[in-house]
């Protein structure tokens, strides 16, 4: 009964709160196009694209929210499908950008927009479903999804499961509710012992808390496009270089990131910076400050081979920059000269590649911490970027030791996605106590 009108007042209170930031996602849809796509699909309607399992085929719905979890668990799908062929593996995600790349990884039959946290929106995926088991990536707490799905039936397991620096005091301050909706997790599956000790004083009980790794750790390299080579060859053919890759930058980076290019352009007439803004909608404010600072440059959509000596070229494309570090002098990885909280180190390093981060990386504490104590990354403040590159650039023998200490790091840590799928095997096939 008081389960039941948690339930009913979150589900008013979600209600109002969406009805009173309407405004706010109209504009983002008329401005931006975001959230427009799929919005039949958050609200229940399964599309006609879905390939349906049989009444007697089992299912494992997999969710993950975005690019980055849609590649983290890329492992694990294959690992799971291997140990359990007879089952269908079904992928949901929240944003479009992963969306489009779930589709292409794991067929379009098989994926679909994560319905939005009502009984209405959820009950027709579960209905036609029937999963065995849900594998949410990452830490996505909907209360509605997490009861509904307990009381279907199905197996619950929260995977590569983290507690970031920033949501810990919201988690924190809301333990109490957060508890009532983590009693139907049947499983948490840590990055860390901080971050299992973390999920632990949030609620989830200690017995089924493990720590089996980072995921982000197994996934290989990507294949690389046909952009790698064509820009390998200008480069080579042009003479141009030193080249600085810097990827998933954010508003209020990209004019830091400029000047330093400026400085080092200085000493490196023929370098190039390769410039990956995280957001696809900033694209153009990006290209409009690249003009407004009169800086000499080429959107990769409309490259042709053109050379890029001295200049920039502003990646405009999705699913390019993970290859394009394989390219980099130097890397810079965003979201961390501003508070942003960071972006993930791991695909440059699987490159060997020099890294470099501002110092706010709080949302990747652990694996910045990691290669920082093994001398594996340089951390910067704005100030100071220009000077650090500069110094990389003039040693190559540390800029090299400093890129293999990196690779080394990230072979040291593998095994994850083994673990966690070992885990989700036995959690499928023991009897629910």
């Known amino acids: 009964m008081i389960s039941s009108l948690y339930s009913f007042f979150y589900s008013v209170a979600l209600g109002v709160g969406m009805l009173a930031s309407l405004p706010y996602w109209l504009f983002q849809m008329a401005r931006h196009g975001k959230y427009r796509t799929g919005l039949a699909e958050r609200l229940g309607w399964l599309p006609s694209r879905l390939q349906l399992p049989g009444k007697r085929e089992p299912v494992i719905w997999v969710h993950a929210v975005s690019v980055g979890e849609v590649v983290t668990v890329a492992g694990l799908l294959e690992e799971l499908q291997r140990r359990f062929p007879q089952h269908r593996i079904f992928v949901s995600t929240t944003t479009d950008t992963g969306q489009a790349l779930a589709r292409k990884r794991f067929g379009e039959e098989n994926v679909f927009y994560f319905p939005m946290d009502f009984a209405f929106a959820i009950r027709p995926y579960l209905q036609a479903l029937r999963p065995q088991m849900v594998v949410i990536a990452e830490t996505e707490f909907w209360p509605n999804f997490m009861r509904l799905t307990h009381a279907s039936g199905a197996r619950i397991a929260v995977v590569n499961a983290r507690i970031s620096d920033r949501s810990w005091p919201s988690y924190r301050r809301f333990r109490g509710l957060l508890r009532r909706v983590l009693v139907n997790v049947d499983l948490f599956l840590a990055q860390t012992q901080e971050d299992a000790e973390r999920l632990q004083d949030i609620g989830a009980s200690a017995e089924r808390v493990r720590v089996t790794g980072n995921m982000k750790f197994d996934i290989p390299a990507p294949a690389p496009p046909a952009i790698v080579e064509s820009l390998r060859k200008s480069i080579a053919a042009s003479g141009a270089g030193p080249v600085l890759v810097c990827g998933s930058t954010v508003d209020g ?3 830091l990131l400029l000047k330093a290019f400026e400085n080092l352009l200085v000493q490196h007439p023929r370098a190039v910076m390769i410039l990956a803004p995280r957001h696809p909608e900033r694209f153009p404010a990006v290209a409009a400050l690249l003009d407004h600072m009169s800086i000499r440059f080429r959107k990769r959509s409309v490259w042709h081979s053109e050379p890029l000596t001295g200049g920039v070229l502003l990646l405009d494309t999705i699913g390019e920059l993970a290859a394009l570090y394989a390219l980099a002098d130097i890397a810079f990885v965003g979201g ?5 909280g960071g972006h993930n180190i791991i695909e440059p390093a699987q490159y060997g ?16 911490s990691l290669f920082q104590s093994r ?3 340089r951390i910067v403040g704005p100030a100071e970027l220009p000077l650090v590159l500069l110094e990389l650039l003039a040693n190559d023998m540390e800029r090299r030791a400093l890129g293999q200490r990196a690779a080394e790091t990230m072979r040291s840590q593998t095994g994850a996605t083994a673990r966690t799928a070992d885990e989700l095997q036995k959690l ?4 629910r106590t």
Request: proline share 10%.
């Open 353 to 368: 590649v020099a890294t470099v981060v501002g110092n706010h990386t709080e949302n990747f504490r652990d694996i910045v």
């Open 428 to 431: 499928l096939t023991e009897p």
């Open 253 to 255: 980076e990209e004019p």
């Open 336 to 340: 961390s000269l501003v508070p942003r």
């Open 375 to 377: 001398d594996a990354v």
